[in-house]
């Protein structure tokens, strides 16, 4: 269900702008869109290699270690989608000076900025989530659903009134304002909650 609701609402982006801007900004948005998942793909790939590790760590109550590891996995993807987000954009820059027919396809440089923004931010909570998992809970359902839900609202909201920018940033708000915070306070909780309870 966490999966599905982050899928689905994330389909919305190029349909709400293809319906009330237009084809080229939808694609635009599109192209834009496939480049930000390049850079999260590569980062969380980060993440996703230890998360067997994690459940090996959470099974042996070897807490200590697990936090480490996943402190570690957390920095690198931070970091990988940071040098992600940079190097796409020179990239783009690069376009719009040596390529400008084929920069125009993309979005302009700053609601691109935003979004890869919105990525970085995203793998923290992507490792809190994986780390939580490995217990074999889920206890990022409601975040999820509650986050699909108003970013979907505020896609349409900006897509509708405004345009690719504002939608931009408003989804790089939900993230920041409620993702990465109520994430953190959940994560925070459980895994103090559930290691007391395993080490009792």
Not at 4 to 9: A, I, K, L, P, R
Not at 68 to 78: D, K, N, P
Request: hydrophobic share 60%.
């Amino acid at each position: 269900v966490s999966w599905m609701s982050g899928y689905f609402v994330f389909q919305l982006f190029t349909p709400v702008l293809f319906n009330y801007q237009g084809a080229v900004v939808a694609g635009q948005f599109g192209l834009a869109w496939a480049l930000v998942n390049a850079v999260s793909g590569v980062a969380t790939a980060w993440i996703n290699t230890k998360v067997p590790r994690f459940g090996a760590l959470v099974a042996q109550r070897e807490f200590c270690q697990l936090d480490r590891l996943a402190l570690r996995a957390a920095l690198g993807a931070v970091s990988v989608a940071a040098l992600g987000a940079v190097a796409a954009l020179v990239a783009l820059q690069g376009l719009h000076v040596w390529f400008p027919a084929i920069a125009q396809r993309f979005l302009p440089l700053l609601p691109c900025a935003v979004l890869l923004g919105a990525v970085v931010l995203l793998q923290i909570s992507y490792a809190q989530s994986s780390y939580l998992r490995a217990h074999k809970r889920e206890p990022f359902l409601g975040l999820s659903v509650i986050g699909a839900l108003l970013i979907g609202a505020s896609t349409w909201y900006f897509g509708s009134r405004h345009g690719a920018l504002e939608m931009a940033w408003g989804y790089f708000a939900v993230v920041a304002v409620f993702t990465l915070p109520a994430g953190t306070v959940v994560f925070a909780r459980c895994r103090t909650k559930w290691h007391a309870a395993a080490s009792a």
